[in-house]
Every structure is written in structure tokens, then in C-alpha cells.
């Protein structure tokens, strides 16, 4: 009864539910890509530093970062993308990825750099990262879906 | 050799992310959304990557060096600093608003829709402009 799935409010019936165990499956695959690129390039795969770096062309080595992006596009070409749905206001988009890019880049990393491989790396500056972002994210979702109203 | 590998990588990165749900945004949202109709998949990808990535960061740690033999490159800094807290604050209301990061919008682009065109091209400017303040910041 006490399983660590109840932590998140899960009840038992849900944990055969096909959309977390894809989800989990998934993040299985996440994982091991970041394992390769640690244990054979010896490096951390941190999507927007790799695409920042890439954009600036600061390294000579610049190689491995555009092998890297074009692997991680290469499923979704061959297998296609599946039920997307795009956010829409073409405001919000653009404000939106203006965001994204300068705060990944001014806090040293996202969702894969700090929330996957610094947590994985037992870093504390990335365990503060992601839950600063974290929460952050789930006060502005909270303001757009329901007017700060609960 | 390293071309190769990083590829490999990437693949599998990008083929767990498409698996996983999350290069849909509204199952980013979903999760976000604690108030509305909570969708806790995020929580499973997030522990699955970790769960996976953990031993071999443990293990690089103490070796510092490849399978290869070749030296690792590690995140130095250790100290929480005010770009580490503002920057992730601003990267959290972005993500907020469109349920976008930067590996999934990546992956959005090969559907050549118009909005993720425009998310990526914004993204890439953020960073152009962020990178501009750190420069003169240094100046």
C-alpha cells in the first residue's frame, strides 16, 4: 500500500496504466542516451548547452554536439512525432522561447542538463535548478489556466 | 569514433522523449497543472532517466576518464550563484507558458510546423541575447 507511487498521488490500478509505463520506459531510454554520452564521450548531455554551444560556435569541437542533435531528431524522423499538441498564440510562443533561451542559458542548463544528468550527478546546484524551474513553471501554469483562482 | 557515439546518444535520448510523451506539450502542462487535471508522467520519465544515468555518473566521478581512457568533462562550479537561481526562475515561467523545453521543441521541428519553427528561432535568440549580457558583464 505505501508505494513510492503514492507519493505522487498514483493509485496502484495506474501503475499498469500504458501512459506511465511508456513514460517511464521512455525516461529508461533518456537515461541510457545520457549514460553513452557520459561514458563514451565523457561528456553531459545537456540539450541547451549543447544547442547554445553550437549556435555560438565557441568550441572547436563542435563535431559531437551537431552528431548529438541530429540523433536526437533522427526517431522522430523515422518514426514520426504522434499526438502533438502545439500552444498556440503566436505572442505566447515567442515570448515564451525568449524565456526558455535565456534562462537555460544564463542558469547553465534545462530539463535534461540539470533536472536528468546534474541530479544524477548528485549536484545540489542542479537539484536547486530544477526545482526552481520546476516551481516557477507551475505558478505561471496556474496563472494562465486559472487566473491565480483556485 | 566520438561522432558516433554522440549520435548513438542522441538517438537514444531523442527516441526516449518520443516514447515517453514529452515532446507533447500537454503532457508537460498536464503535469505542471497541480490544480487542474494532474498528469503525473512526467514524475515516471524524470525517475526512469535518473534511475538509468545515476550509476554512470557515480562511476565517472571516481574514474574522471572515458571507457575509452579519454578524460571527462564534469560540470566544475559547486557554488549556488544569483545566475543559477534567476536564470532557472526565467526558464521555469517560459517553460510554463508553452510546455516547451529546448530538447523536445529540437524534436517538434522535424513535424516543420510554423510554431515550433518560431519557438526554436525565439530560443535561439535568448540565448544570442543572453550570451550578449554575460559578455558584457565580463567586459
Known amino acids: 500500500m505505501c508505494s513510492p507511487c503514492e507519493l505522487f498521488g498514483v493509485t496502484d490500478s495506474s501503475v499498469t496504466d500504458p501512459v506511465l509505463v511508456k513514460a517511464f520506459v521512455g525516461g529508461l531510454l533518456i537515461g541510457s542516451g545520457a549514460a553513452v554520452l557520459l561514458l563514451l564521450n565523457g561528456r553531459v548531455a545537456g540539450i541547451s548547452t549543447i544547442f547554445g554551444d553550437v549556435l555560438h560556435l565557441v568550441v572547436g569541437e563542435s563535431g559531437w554536439r551537431v552528431a548529438f542533435l541530429v540523433g536526437l531528431l533522427l526517431p522522430a524522423m523515422t518514426l514520426g512525432l504522434g499526438a502533438v499538441e502545439l500552444p498556440r498564440g503566436w505572442y505566447l510562443i515567442v515570448v515564451s522561447g525568449l524565456l526558455v533561451g535565456f534562462g537555460t542559458r544564463v542558469g547553465s542548463g534545462c530539463t535534461s542538463g540539470h533536472g536528468v544528468c546534474g541530479i544524477a550527478n548528485l549536484s545540489r546546484r542542479s537539484l536547486l535548478a530544477t526545482m526552481i524551474f520546476m516551481g516557477t513553471a507551475i505558478v505561471t501554469v496556474f496563472i494562465v489556466r486559472h487566473g491565480g483562482r483556485t | ?139
Do not use: H
Not at chain 2, 503525473?40 to 574522471?64: D, E, H, K, S
Not at chain 2, 526562475?89 to 523536445?104: E, H, N, T
Not at chain 2, 529540437?106 to 519557438?119: M, Y
Open chain 2, 1 to 139: 569514433m566520438k561522432i558516433a557515439t554522440a549520435l548513438v546518444a542522441g538517438a537514444l535520448f531523442g527516441w526516449g522523449l518520443l516514447i515517453s510523451g514529452m515532446t507533447n506539450p500537454a503532457n508537460i502542462l498536464g503535469f505542471l497543472d497541480i490544480a487542474g487535471d494532474w498528469r503525473p508522467a512526467l514524475a515516471f520519465t524524470m525517475a526512469g532517466a535518473i534511475a538509468v544515468a545515476a550509476p554512470a555518473f557515480y562511476f565517472m566521478r571516481r574514474r574522471m576518464r572515458t571507457l575509452t581512457g579519454d578524460s571527462a568533462q564534469l560540470p566544475e562550479r559547486l557554488r549556488i550563484d544569483r545566475p543559477l537561481v534567476i536564470g532557472s526562475a526565467i526558464f521555469g515561467v517560459g517553460w510554463g507558458l508553452s510546455g516547451l523545453c529546448p530538447g523536445p521543441a529540437l524534436i517538434l521541428l522535424t513535424g516543420r510546423s510554423l510554431q515550433a519553427i518560431v519557438f526554436v528561432a525565439s530560443l535561439a535568440l535568448g540565448m544570442v541575447l543572453a550570451r550578449r549580457l554575460a559578455g558584457r558583464g565580463a567586459a
